[in-house]
Antibody, heavy 123, light 107 residues
Framework: QVQLVESGGGVVQPGRSLRLSCAASGFTFRIYGFHWVRQAPGKGLEWVAAISYNGRNKYYADSVKGRFTISRDNSKNTLYLQMNSLGTEDTAVYYC????????????????WGQGTLVTVSS | DIQMTQSPSSLSASVGDRVTVTCQASQDISNYLNWYQQKSGKAPKLLIYDASELETGVPSRFSGSGSGTDFTFTISSLQPEDIATYYC?????????FGQGTRLEIK
């Protein structure tokens, strides 16, 4: 069955960096686009970034553009989120989410989500 | 960016009640709308996609309707296990924005 397992979260000081990973299994990873979505404590869902199935196209929310980088390794069935210059406003649970349709990043819902990994930015 | 306005923000209902949540998009999104269920401490779960299509394995008491800018999510007969927060989300373009969420409680 489809599994998405995030890792890499933790407590980090403002201004530092962190890299999140999302290990996928149970489906053909390389033909699906992926997204990162975050949820600050007690708040709603915020889309963060997306990457196409082949990694050539990447998209970012304005709030993270220039600081975060999404990438993927199709040989390892793994999605990444490199987060630099972290601020307290980045404190959240970060989820990876899979596109429902193959080869798409837009006009397709997210059908599977990981369990999330908590990032806490605090001095 | 397309704004999604979801209402109400919270709702209290009794077991067996019919429950309705609405979501309005700031521009025409055709039928590119999802509804997710998020239980406390868990990841969101896709219930409805393409505004009205029921995801595989989701009970038939859940349904969705609408197109363009106005959408509705309905639980026909509320069950205790339906306690959760429900979110709409458009996916017409990027960013795929979410509604503010509706917290559903049992009376």
């Amino acid at each position: 069955q489809v599994q998405l397992v995030e890792s890499g979260g933790g407590v980090v000081q403002p201004g530092r960096s962190l890299r999140l990973s999302c290990a996928a299994s149970g489906f053909t990873f390389r033909i699906y686009g992926f997204h990162w979505v975050r949820q600050a404590p007690g708040k709603g869902l915020e889309w963060v970034a997306a990457i196409s199935y082949n990694g050539r196209n990447k998209y970012y929310a304005d709030s993270v553009k220039g600081r975060f980088t999404i990438s993927r390794d199709n040989s390892k069935n793994t999605l990444y989120l490199q987060m630099n210059s972290l601020g307290t406003e980045d404190t959240a649970v970060y989820y990876c989410a899979k596109d429902r349709a193959i080869f798409g990043v837009v006009k397709t819902p997210f059908d599977y989500w990981g369990q999330g990994t908590l990032v806490t930015v605090s001095s | 960016d397309i704004q999604m306005t979801q209402s109400p923000s919270s709702l209290s209902a009794s077991v067996g009640d019919r429950v309705t949540v609405t979501c309005q998009a700031s521009q025409d999104i055709s039928n590119y709308l999802n509804w997710y269920q998020q239980k406390s401490g868990k990841a969101p779960k896709l219930l409805i996609y393409d505004a009205s299509e029921l995801e595989t394995g989701v009970p038939s008491r859940f349904s969705g309707s609408g197109s363009g800018t106005d959408f509705t999510f309905t639980i026909s007969s509320l069950q205790p296990e339906d306690i959760a927060t429900y979110y709409c989300q458009h996916y017409d373009n990027l960013p795929p924005t979410f509604g503010q969420g509706t917290r559903l409680e049992i009376k």
